[in-house]
């Protein structure tokens, strides 16, 4: 399915808003809408598996969370680089697995920084990955899309005000489940964009 030649079917005032760099990635991710829920899925798990290693491990360490969110951001930007066409500009979901690269950076290297520097660095990031999502989704031009992703968006951003507020102080399992959870958020993010680009292609 053509998501410009859906557009132009549309005759909302808000059609001006559309990004067209926005419809040219959605476009070549239509095809690829069962890799999009695949990489959801193993992202869901990877974040599931983080907050269990916090439960049951006897020692508490940031760093094997840091591995686990390298590994997500390796996943989604994937999928950020399949949607971009090639010397395209960034897409939105190459943005955000950069940025949560970066938080996993900081994460692996926790011990090394002051943990008010690590907080503020990877909240301000995970507030920026989440905005940069929020925004694909409210200048996305399909119909009918699954209300998971904006959700998905808003919880990254407010995991990351919660790390640059402090809010868990200086325990490391509670921001380390913040962290398993940004992950969790990304992958349902994803899993709401394959079932809407799912649909497109069905239809």
Known sequence: MNVSHHMSQQTEPQAPKINPETVAALERLVPRSRQLLVTG???IVLGTAAITILAVSSIISLVPIGLILLLGALLE???????RAEDGPLT?????GMLLGFVGLCTVTAPLLHSILFTILT???LMAAGWVRLRATSFSPLQKKSAVVPVSASLSILIGV???TRWAGDN????????ALELVATGWGLVG???TLNR????
């Open 41 to 43: 899925v193993t992202l």
């Open 77 to 83: 930007i994937g999928v950020g680089h399949h949607a």
């Open 92 to 96: 939105p979901w190459l943005k955000s």
């Open 123 to 125: 909240g301000m990031a």
């Open 162 to 164: 919660l790390l640059i």
């Open 172 to 179: 490391i399992t509670a921001t380390g489940n913040l962290l």
């Open 193 to 195: 964009l394959s079932m």
């Open 200 to 203: 497109y292609r069905r239809n």
